[in-house]
């Protein structure tokens, strides 16, 4: 069954420093990957995709991602974390063999303090 | 990317009502899509409505429960029949990105509670 997983219910970043955020993905054929952010009271935000091409995408707001196929991994990255970074992050990869459907994974709570 | 706008933004029913949430789009749409976040959950898909033809359900989902219409390629209603408090949840609609671009883009989202 194609699924995402990510690993951690919450991570806490101090801001300035960089954050990561985990991802694996198990799907059969070429994965199409996606990041969103929730933010309090509102709806889900697209922040970066890899379909093909470069290993490393860059999407809003200074996030990025580095899709790795060995892995089975697209850990979502930013370099220095803002406080306004705090949200929820969702991972997502499309299931060709259910019809097209996006498929999400748990999502993980962001935290950065100052 | 769309600009997608749902009414209402929350409301509080009583167990048994009925709410329809409408969903508009500033650009036509081939796919929408209705989402279902419980407290403290991911997004579970509920169904696909395509213009002109029934919506497709996903597993534990149905239409007698979840009916909706699609009656052109900007709006789409989902309406949560005989609620009970189980119910209670964030629902959005979503569409896919143009052309080949495969995100979707979702509507802020209607913050229901069923009393």
């Known amino acids: 069954a194609q699924s995402v997983a990510q690993p951690e219910d919450q991570v806490n970043v101090a801001e300035g420093n960089p954050l990561t955020v985990k991802c694996t993905y198990s799907v059969s054929g070429n994965p199409y990957l996606f990041w969103y952010v929730q933010y309090p009271n509102r709806g889900l935000q697209f922040l970066l995709k890899?379909?093909?091409?470069?290993?490393l995408v860059k999407g809003s707001y200074g996030f990025e991602a580095e899709f790795n196929k060995s892995q089975t991994s697209f850990h979502l990255k930013k370099p220095s974390a803002l406080v306004s970074d705090s949200a929820l992050y969702f991972c997502a990869v499309i299931s060709y063999n259910q019809g097209g459907k996006l498929i999400f994974g748990q999502g993980t709570e962001l935290s950065v303090k100052p | 990317s769309a600009v997608i706008s749902q009414k209402p933004s929350r409301d509080i029913c009583q167990r048994g009502t009925s709410l329809t949430i409408q969903c508009q789009v500033d650009s036509q749409v081939t796919m929408m899509f209705w989402y279902r976040q419980q407290p403290g959950q991911s997004l579970t898909l509920i169904a696909t409505a395509n213009q002109g033809s029934e919506a497709t359900y996903e597993s534990g989902f149905v239409i007698d429960k979840f009916p909706i219409s699609r009656p052109n390629l900007t709006f789409s209603t989902l309406t949560v029949s005989n609620m009970s408090p189980e119910d209670s949840s964030i629902y959005l609609c979503?569409?896919?990105?143009?052309?080949?671009?495969?995100?979707?883009?979702f509507g802020p989202g209607t913050r229901l509670t069923v009393t």
């Open positions: 890899y379909i093909t091409g470069d290993n």
């Open positions: 979503s569409v896919s990105g143009t052309g080949s671009s495969y995100e979707q883009y």
